[in-house]
């Protein structure tokens, strides 16, 4: 996600779809890229959670797992996976809507992802209109 881009604005394209308030839990261990996520899903009408790393979302959620509405989280993180996490969050929560992002993920990696209950995986990089309507389309229950 390019820093700084503006999730609503068009050039021939429609605006991305706004939210209602639900609130998001977005992970990932690069304070930059969760510092213009959570933006944009803000300026989008979401409520956002930002944590940097598995162990501060796993401490954020554990608190209060029907807090959040979705976790939006990366694959591969120094100090642990994102899947690990979201099996989890999933002890907690079951049937928890996530998205993984992932600048990569290998064939043998697709099934146990699936298997985990993520309902979207999300390939980086990604723009901020692709990622707003991956969120309202994972939150309004289509796939």
Do not use: C, W
């Not at 409520?47 to 209060?64: I, M, N, Q, Y």
């Not at 993180?77 to 979201?86: H, I, K, Q, T």
């Not at 990696?109 to 999300?122: K, M, N, P, Y």
């Amino acid at each position: 996600m390019t820093p700084g881009a503006d999730p609503n604005s068009t050039s021939g394209a429609q605006r991305a779809p706004r939210g209602n308030g639900e609130h998001v839990l977005y992970v990932d261990d690069e304070a930059a890229l969760v510092a213009v996520a959570s933006r944009t899903l803000e300026i989008l009408g979401y409520r956002v959670t930002g944590a940097f790393g598995p162990a501060e979302a796993l401490a954020l959620f554990s608190k209060d797992p029907a807090a959040f509405d979705l976790v939006v989280t990366d694959y591969e993180m120094p100090g642990g996976s994102g899947l690990d996490m979201v099996t989890e969050m999933m002890r907690l929560r079951p049937n928890l809507p996530v998205i993984l992002a992932t600048g990569l993920l290998a064939p043998r990696d697709e099934g146990r992802v699936r298997e985990a209950g993520v309902r979207e995986l999300f390939l980086k990089p990604y723009t901020p209109r692709e990622l707003g309507d991956l969120v309202h389309r994972v939150l309004s229950g289509r796939r």
